[in-house]
């Protein structure tokens, strides 16, 4: 049998998603894919597909499922000498199996009949699939991840031999010749075959066992030595190895580089979170200089809507003074002096406060101006943050009311729905031009228009008369449920204290707009003072400190206040008098017309309003420019905002991997300290060796293990001389062993004969003794000396049960049958050096065999070659 192709859906990781191997060749295939890619699941699934019952509801299978449920369904595609078939299996749920033909077409069995020939495809009950696959980290020889028919399937594949091994050891006629030997020998013998004790064969014995003892301790001494040297020709290559110059500075130059790459992150980082910063100031920035664009030009729009209020007060006020001319002349001279002595002392109090304040306003002027600007949007963005949190407090509906009214109106809608969904329909249907005859409630109805009667309906015949039609009194209790839920309307709308359900929502709609307000304004205020205002106040009356030194230090002296003081009390005499003349004017016009008093209070308000207007926006010639300047800084804001995010993006976009760089980082750090630590060791241990080889070479072990096997041997030689007779049955005795060991050697030559030259590859020297109960490796001969399995290294041990499945592969294709070899992870602890050695024996193997190579080492495995797997999607049909 040869595996083609492999798909699975719904398969643990590939839950919801269906995906296949195709293309499986013969020899060696390899599916190199990372940790948890899948590659156990294909082979936990092929195992089921094989193995397992669709009708099964095992542990093996439940652990196929995904946690989100539904059956699992494997397929696969397989090549016997019967031609190319489909086996295909779902499990848990919708259970089935069917073996389709891809060459023919048409279906060969299904259900039961599927199972039994898919067992049959196998070889039957012994089928061998189980003795040849190595699941992940099995690196037992028989133990754990080896199904239970596999021990069958070894006995099966050996059983060519077993007539032969029965003629050979006489079955049980041997065990009565060894019965009566030992019985022979019992004579000459203790029970426990020693010789009777004070002869001289004892004593010969007694020294050659001494003699072997001590041979042993010596023997012991020579393999310590070889051991150690071996250790540390080993230590050494791998300390020089470690410490070659390159090497050295390959680790130097990935730490330098580690670092420097961390350090590039780290400063991105930094200019990142500085144009961060940036770009939201920017953004203040900009929403600052348009408000007060648009603040000036409503100011501008302002004044000028005072100024042509002003012009018609004028107006207003020539009518009145041309009503009362005469007295008007005295009360006109009279104003004039007073508005001139009131600019005269204007002019002398401007001129006083100019001389006062001119040490004031040097050098610091613009600095000083701009703080004062800064602290004044600082304040109005307090006062707007103030403003716009009480009004979203007071707008702000009580807490959950919102959500009551909604779900009452919603309530009141759906039962006024249904009353009128269940009303009765009148339908009226004129005749050809007798339309216009009907109307309901003065209206023309359309014909074919059913009408719903859930108030009373009045239908009128023109000339004819009135149809009324009254709705039922529908369900006993429908008028009681909509009356309560116009009642919890209500209730819910007097609560909100809102009209109706639009406008409580239009109410938290603005309350909602207010609070977003306060947070843009408390924002700027945040941006424009980070300290607060009193720190802020503070800076301002340092610069104002800093302007009044500095102006005292000007060359340009200041006007003289003493004469500016005289100035203003003369002003003010004369203004005095002003008022005065004023009033006694203003007595003489007591009596004019109570329309030119309107007028003149008319003229006064909007002379007030005027100039306040003008004080606001300063001097005219200067409102254009101050405009301009406006508009050219709120663009620029604008721009700068652009700019600043355009900036961060830019920062974002070409960021480093800072958490990549620190883990470089840390790695190049760890790399070189464990490479230090390394060569430390490795000192010690050679000094260590060095002191260990010397004590024991001094003692010259391999002489005195070559003088005491020469003793040994001639005790021996004499205790066989003083046994004659037990020498012979003893001969005897190791001859029947010999003959029943001979003839096991015989039952397991196949498959040794398969596996020498595979163990040749990985070892020099080396012989495996079977296990005659589980017809596996037991016992591994390298250099004389004898190993059990189980001692084994773990490298060594499951290269061992990689090499026996190949070695039983190949013995049962040359019996007829075929399976492929499939591992799943079994070379974990191999060596570089063995894992070559591995490779080589696959593909040596390879020649008759399908072998199919599941690994997570993609760079190791790059070196097996053979044809490589892939995973591609399917569909699941």
Known sequence: MRLRALRLHNVRRFEGRGVALEGVADGVNVLAAPNEAGKSTCFDALQALFLERCTGTGKALKSLQPWSGESVTVEADVETAGGLFRVRKQFLSRKRALVSDLAGGG???????????????????????GLLWVRQGAVELGGRGEPAPAHEARRDALAAVAGEVEALTGGRRMDRARRRCAEALGALLTDGRRPKKGGPLSDALAEAARLAEREAELAAQVESLRADLARRREARRRLAE??????????????????????????????????????????????????????????LAEAARRADALDGAFRAMGEADAAAEAAGRDEAAASQALATAEA?????????????????????????????ETLARAETARAEAAAASAEAAALAPPEGVVARVAKADDALRALRTAAEGAAPRVVV?????????????????????????????????????????????????????LAGAEAALARALAEA??????????????????????????????????????ALRAELAALRRAGAGAAEADEQAPPDPDAAERAARAAEATLAAARQRQSDARGRLAGTASA????????????????????????????????????????????????????????????PDLAAAEAAERRAVSAAANADAEIARLGVEIARLDGAVETVAGAAPEAALAETQGRRAAAEARAAALQAEADALSRLARALDDARAGASAHYFEPVLAELRPLLAMLMDSAEIAFDEAALLPSEMTRAGR??????????????LAV??????ARLIAKGGGAAPVILDDALAFSDDDRIERMFDALHRQAGDLQIVVLTCRQRAFERLGGTVLRFEDWSGE
């Open 497 to 534: 204290g809102a009209p109706d359900r639009a406008a409580l929502e239009s109410r938290a709609a603005a309350a909602r707009d207010c609070a977003a307000r306060a947070d843009v304004a408390t924002a700027t205020l945040s941006a424009l003072a980070p300290r607060g205002l009193d």
């Open 596 to 655: 030119q008093a309107v007028a003149a209070s008319r003229l006064e308000d909007a002379r007030r309003a005027a100039e306040a207007a003008d004080r606001r926006l300063g001097p005219s010639e200067a409102r254009t420019p101050r405009e301009t300047a406006l508009a050219a800084e709120s663009a620029a804001a604008v721009e700068a905002d652009a700019e600043a995010r355009a900036t961060l993006e830019r920062l974002r976009a070409a960021a």
């Open 786 to 799: 004898a190993e059990p399995v189980e001692s084994l290294s773990g490298g060594t041990r499951e290269q």
């Open 429 to 481: 249907e004129p005749v050809p031009g007798a339309e216009d005859a009907f109307t309901v409630s003065g209206r023309a109805v359309a014909p074919g228009r059913a009408l719903s009667v859930a108030t009373p309906l009045r239908i009128e015949i023109a000339g004819r008369g009135v149809v009324t039609v009254s709705p039922g009194a529908g369900p006993p209790d429908g008028g009681a449920k």
């Open 344 to 372: 005269a002392a204007r002019a002398a109090a401007d001129a006083l406060a100019a001389a006062r304040a001119a040490t004031a306003a040097r050098a610091a002027a613009d600095a000083l101006a701009a703080r004062e």
């Open 242 to 299: 470690i410490s070659e110059p390159q090497a050295a500075q390959a680790r130097t130059a990935a730490l330098t580089e580690a670092r420097a790459a961390l350090r590039t992150a780290q400063d991105h980082a930094a200019r990142a979170a500085a144009a961060g910063q940036a770009a939201q100031l920017a953004a203040l920035t900009a929403a600052q200089t348009a408000r007060a664009l648009a603040d000036w030009r409503e100011a």
């Open 107 to 129: 279906i060969v069995a299904q259900g039961d009949d599927a199972e039994a020939w898919i067992a049959e495809m196998l070889g039957g009950p012994g089928a061998p699939a």
């Open 803 to 808: 090499l026996t499945r190949l070695a039983f």
